[in-house]
């Protein structure tokens, strides 16, 4: 029986975000995992240890394009940075005059 690391994605990209060439929001990835001797630990904990490696760096890849497609929507909105009470105070400084 083959032996498999499965990981399941299912982003929800705003609306507007054009997904990237290629990829859906909702994926399914499976990694097979070599087949060991039985009682063979090390060699087990090895190859799932290669097999996770191989499924983070798979992951990775497709969710840096995931980000970089929604960058594009983002990018487009102006962000507005609040009035700091430093910057009020400046504007209400006084003359030193009593009137």
């Given at each position: 029986?083959a032996?498999?690391?499965?990981?399941?994605?299912?982003?929800?990209?705003?609306?507007?975000?054009?997904?990237?060439?290629?990829?859906?929001?909702?994926?399914?990835?499976?990694?097979?995992?070599?087949?060991?001797?039985?009682?063979?630990?090390?060699?087990?904990?090895?190859?799932?240890?290669?097999?996770?490696?191989?499924?983070?760096?798979a992951?990775?890849?497709?969710?840096?394009?995931?980000?970089?497609?929604?960058?594009?929507?983002?990018?487009?909105?102006?962000?507005?940075?609040?009035?700091?009470?430093?910057?009020?105070d400046?504007?209400?400084?006084?003359?030193?005059?009593?009137?």
């Amino acid at each position: 029986m083959a032996r498999n690391l499965t990981i399941e994605l299912r982003l929800q990209p705003p609306a507007g975000a054009e997904p990237p060439v290629g990829l859906e929001p909702k994926k399914t990835s499976s990694f097979a995992l070599p087949t060991t001797e039985s009682g063979d630990a090390k060699a087990f904990y090895a190859a799932l240890s290669s097999a996770i490696n191989n499924a983070k760096e798979a992951t990775g890849a497709e969710l840096t394009q995931w980000r970089d497609a929604v960058a594009v929507i983002e990018s487009g909105k102006e962000s507005k940075k609040p009035k700091d009470d430093e910057d009020e105070d400046e504007d209400e400084e006084v003359d030193g005059s009593d009137e």
